[in-house]
Structures are given as structure tokens and as C-alpha cells.
């Protein structure tokens, strides 16, 4: 058999996990998840799973990565108002927003995976650093970080209650200038 014929055959295999994982994700805690069932759900027998993987976490693992590839493709350019809205406005408005939406819910809340949010939070405060780069280069690197690590809470904090619909009546442009006012202006800004 020709080697693309296998690779096709592996991708195609690994794209059912990787769907199946997805799947299971957004409907039960992750520590509840088996190889049984993501098996179970890509219609994959087990020994089929263990030559593409040693457990459940790597799976996981892979999963989220693409994950922080697909957002970091979104900010190959420093943060601004227009990315932002563009980033939560796909959220609320792709095909497959109500998937992707409960996927980073349940990532980012209570049962999620702690290693995602701390890459999200890396992927987060290296877009950020290239624009306070621009903007603010006489600011000393421990200010920054200072800042960054008291913005950057909130800020996915205020996705996630966003993502457990809080916040229906707001739009990804109002949260996304609401947040920069807050950023810019502080406390201040609310009055």
C-alpha cells in the first residue's frame, strides 16, 4: 500500500479521536473521560487508540494545541479592538460557534484543564508584549508582567461568563470596548 494511502488512512483516524475528544469535552468533565468512550464515540476499537496514543491526557494534550494554534493564527498581529471583536464575534457567530463555545467553556471553568489556560495565558501575554513593544518600550519588563498578570484574569473571566451566557444581551463589540475602556481607564471608566 502507498505511504499517503496510510497517512491518509492515520489522519482520517486521528481526526475521529481528535472529534470525538471535542465531543466528549463539552458534554462531562474532563477527568471523566476514557479511552473507552472517546473510542466508543469515534467508533474506533481500543488497540487502534494506543497506536496513535498512550492515554486519554495526550489526546487531550494535542487537542488543545491545535486549540492555541487556531488563536494564536487569529493574532499574528498585535491586539487590537478589531481583533478582539473578531475573535469573539466568531465565537458567537460561526457555524459551529455553539461547539466551540462550550469546548473553551469547559477548558477554560472549573473542571477544565489548568496547562491550557496557562497556554492561553502565554499565547496572551506574548501578543500583548509585542504591542506594549510598540506602544510602551520604556516600560521595564516587571511592570508589564505586573499589569499583564492583573488584566489578563479578567479578561477570561470575562469570556467565560460570556461563553455560560451572563451576558446575552451584549455584543462581541460592546464586551471587547468595554474591556479596553476598563484597561485603558481603569474602574473609572464605568461611571
Known amino acids: 500500500m502507498p505511504d499517503n494511502q496510510i497517512s491518509r488512512r492515520v489522519q482520517l483516524t486521528r481526526h475521529a479521536l481528535r472529534e ?7 458534554e462531562r468533565p474532563l477527568a471523566s473521560i476514557t479511552v473507552t468512550d472517546v473510542c466508543a464515540r469515534a467508533d474506533i476499537n481500543r488497540t487502534t487508540f494506543y497506536l496513535h496514543y498512550h492515554c486519554v491526557d495526550d489526546l487531550l494534550q494535542e487537542v488543545e494545541a491545535q486549540i492555541i494554534d487556531h488563536i494564536g493564527a487569529q493574532f499574528d498581529q498585535p491586539p487590537s479592538i478589531e481583533t478582539l471583536s473578531t475573535a469573539i464575534y466568531f465565537l458567537k457567530n460561526a457555524p459551529d460557534a455553539p461547539q466551540v463555545r462550550r469546548l473553551l467553556y469547559a477548558l477554560i471553568g472549573e473542571q477544565g484543564d489548568p496547562r ?14 509585542r504591542a506594549w513593544q510598540a506602544r510602551l518600550p520604556e516600560v521595564d519588563e516587571a511592570r508589564k508582567m505586573l499589569v499583564f498578570s492583573f488584566i489578563v484574569p479578567g479578561v477570561i473571566s470575562v469570556l467565560y461568563t460570556w461563553l ?5 444581551d451584549m455584543q462581541a463589540e460592546d464586551i471587547v ?11 473609572s471608566s464605568l461611571s
Open 177 to 187: 470596548a468595554q474591556l479596553s475602556e476598563l484597561i485603558e481607564r481603569g474602574i
Open 20 to 26: 470525538a475528544m471535542i465531543s466528549l469535552i463539552t
Open 164 to 168: 455560560q451566557g451572563d451576558l446575552p
Open 116 to 129: 491550557f489556560v496557562r497556554r492561553l495565558h502565554q499565547l496572551t501575554y506574548e501578543t500583548f508584549q
